[in-house]
């Protein structure tokens, strides 16, 4: 969950991020429809990529047999220590690692991997999915999600709170609030699974319903505030989502959909 580099470093992101992700219900049914999605229940060998603070390798070891093993990599090192500390169990263990140098800390083969909320921030996929097909097993699956909003093609709604964020950074920065970027583009992903030795199975839309209070609380881990504000200080970002917040109903019911990927390592 733990993204590449910065802005994720830091025990701020990770102490804050983690007690979003574990009180919230979206990263809970993120992690849950993951875990059943990859199959873990019929897996020897995990590895959990950008695993931020461990929730979704608890998510995959709830489904994973005895015997089973799991390796969580993040390029976080608060991060890795939070899933240390927050998941003891004897069949999982976290290594340090940016997603595209995986292969220094988690020895293969693999027969599952699973990546939550995290794939559209790699800096680029393909020496990932390169990586990644020469850790996983021939049949081995590999499973992971983005916001709707990030995946060309797809539709997403826009939500209260989301516009008055955008209104409160417009009015103090005095520009136009950025668009959403890096859009995923599932004909160039098939085409880079490809390449990587994966063939792509299926594509599913997950839609979660929240109150409106958890994208709230979201926005205000450091990481996801940060991009889209660059040339505010950290008082003026705060001081926008309380504003926003001001100006939001909490308890209001909003849909948040992603889509999951799933690819086969083919061979």
Same mark, same amino acid.
């Given at each position: 969950?733990?993204?590449?580099?910065?802005?994720?470093?830091?025990? #701020?992101?990770? !102490?804050?991020?983690?007690?979003?992700?574990?009180? /919230?219900? @979206?990263?809970?049914?993120?992690?849950?429809?993951?875990?059943?999605?990859?199959? =873990?229940?019929?897996?020897?060998?995990?590895?959990?990529?950008?695993?931020?603070?461990?929730?979704?390798?608890?998510?995959?070891?709830?489904?994973?047999?005895?015997? /089973?093993?799991?390796?969580? @990599?993040?390029?976080?090192?608060?991060? *890795?220590?939070?899933?240390?500390?927050?998941?003891?169990?004897?069949?999982?263990?976290? #290594?340090?690692?940016?997603?595209?140098?995986?292969?220094?800390?988690?020895?293969?083969?693999?027969?599952?991997?699973?990546?939550?909320?995290?794939?559209?921030? %790699?800096?680029?996929?393909?020496?990932?999915?390169?990586?990644?097909?020469?850790?996983?097993?021939?049949?081995?699956?590999?499973?992971?999600?983005?916001?709707?909003?990030? *995946?060309?093609?797809?539709?997403?709604?826009?939500?209260?709170?989301?516009?008055?964020?955008?209104?409160? =950074?417009?009015?103090?920065? /005095?520009?136009? %609030?950025?668009?959403?970027?890096?859009?995923?583009?599932?004909?160039?992903?098939?085409?880079?699974?490809?390449?990587?030795? %994966?063939?792509? !199975?299926?594509?599913?839309?997950?839609? =979660?319903?929240?109150?409106?209070?958890?994208?709230?609380?979201?926005?205000?881990?450091?990481?996801?505030?940060?991009?889209?504000?660059?040339?505010?200080?950290?008082? !003026?970002?705060?001081?926008?989502?309380?504003?926003?917040?001001?100006?939001?109903?909490?308890?209001?019911?909003?849909?948040?959909?992603? =889509?999951? %990927?799933?690819?086969?390592?083919?061979?």
């Amino acid at each position: 969950m733990s993204r590449e580099g910065s802005p994720w470093a830091g025990w #701020a992101n990770a !102490e804050i991020y983690d007690a979003f992700v574990r009180e /919230g219900s @979206v990263y809970r049914a993120l992690n849950e429809h993951l875990a059943a999605l990859a199959e =873990i229940g019929d897996a020897r060998r995990v590895l959990d990529l950008a695993c931020g603070g461990g929730a979704t390798a608890q998510a995959c070891l709830a489904l994973l047999p005895p015997a /089973g093993e799991l390796v969580g @990599v993040d390029a976080s090192e608060a991060m *890795v220590a939070v899933a240390r500390d927050r998941v003891r169990d004897p069949r999982a263990r976290f #290594a340090v690692a940016s997603a595209a140098a995986v292969e220094r800390v988690a020895r293969g083969p693999f027969d599952r991997a699973v990546s939550n909320a995290a794939f559209w921030q %790699f800096p680029t996929s393909r020496p990932v999915l390169a990586a990644l097909g020469r850790l996983l097993v021939p049949g081995g699956l590999l499973v992971f999600n983005v916001p709707a909003e990030r *995946v060309r093609g797809e539709t997403a709604p826009v939500h209260p709170f989301q516009v008055a964020l955008a209104r409160e =950074i417009e009015a103090s920065t /005095g520009r136009p %609030f950025p668009r959403t970027a890096t859009l995923v583009d599932p004909e160039r992903l098939d085409r880079r699974l490809g390449e990587a030795g %994966f063939a792509s !199975e299926r594509r599913e839309r997950f839609d =979660i319903r929240c109150r409106q209070s958890e994208l709230m609380e979201l926005m205000e881990i450091p990481a996801m505030l940060q991009p889209i504000t660059p040339a505010l200080s950290e008082q !003026e970002r705060l001081a926008a989502v309380g504003a926003a917040r001001e100006r939001s109903d909490p308890e209001q019911r909003v849909s948040v959909p992603w =889509i999951y %990927f799933v690819a086969r390592r083919s061979g």
